[in-house]
């Protein structure tokens, strides 16, 4: 019905940059939040960084002023910009995307795949 397909992951170096994807196809009406979570080895899912329908965003503390999250409604796509990358944000990095659907009325949450992102020191 509804799948996320991310793309962008890959390995860089310290200070580096990275752009990560996520495009939503299926049968919605709307998604409503998109988001950005990451897990390292050891680690819990955490969430990095959120965007509202109207284009609010929320980041986690560890990432403000070096993450972008933006999306492209006309692409129903997510995107995270990643600058000055360190070490420590080395992780696999999941799209989340709460989807709308009416008639009847439904509220789906939905996963990609996930892609890593590998920071090199």
């Known amino acids: 019905q509804v799948q996320l397909v991310e793309a962008g992951g890959g390995l860089v170096q310290a200070g580096g940059s990275l752009r990560l994807s996520c495009a939503a196809s299926?049968?919605?009406?709307?998604?409503?939040?998109m988001s950005w979570y990451r897990q390292a080895p050891g680690k819990q899912r955490e969430l990095v960084a959120a965007?509202?329908?109207?284009?609010?965003?929320n980041y986690a503390e560890s990432v403000k002023g070096r993450f972008t999250i933006s999306r492209d409604n006309a692409k129903n796509t997510a995107y995270l910009q990643m600058n000055s990358l360190k070490p420590e944000d080395t992780a696999t990095y999941y799209c989340n995307a709460a989807v709308i659907t009416l008639a009847p009325l439904r509220y789906l949450e939905r996963w990609g795949q996930g892609t890593l992102v590998t920071v090199s020191s």
């Open positions: 965007i509202s329908s109207a284009g609010s965003t």
């Open positions: 299926g049968r919605f009406d709307s998604i409503n939040g």
